[in-house]
């Protein structure tokens, strides 16, 4: 009985603080902020070299798994 009542309430608790984080204020006005006619740029995040590092790092990967697959083929 005391386990399904921590459940019920855990879940409960759950959903509450849920809903309090997905919360977001309003969008600003238009024409605020970013000149006379409102145009927003987004973040223009630079992402070129991290995904080169990635790439880079998934074919090293992958590399490694190949050799030892053929390593093991030879030893069996």
Not at 6 to 12: G, V
Not at 61 to 71: A, D, F, I
């Amino acid at each position: 009985m005391k386990k399904q009542i921590l459940k019920t309430l855990f879940t409960i608790v759950f959903i509450l603080a849920a809903s309090i984080g997905f919360t977001q204020p309003p969008p600003p006005p238009t024409g605020a902020g970013h000149g006379a006619s409102g145009n927003q740029t987004g973040g223009n995040a630079p992402i070129g070299g991290g995904l080169f590092i990635l790439l880079g790092l998934g074919a090293a990967y992958g590399s490694k798994k190949l050799y030892n697959m053929k390593k093991e083929d030879l030893e069996s």
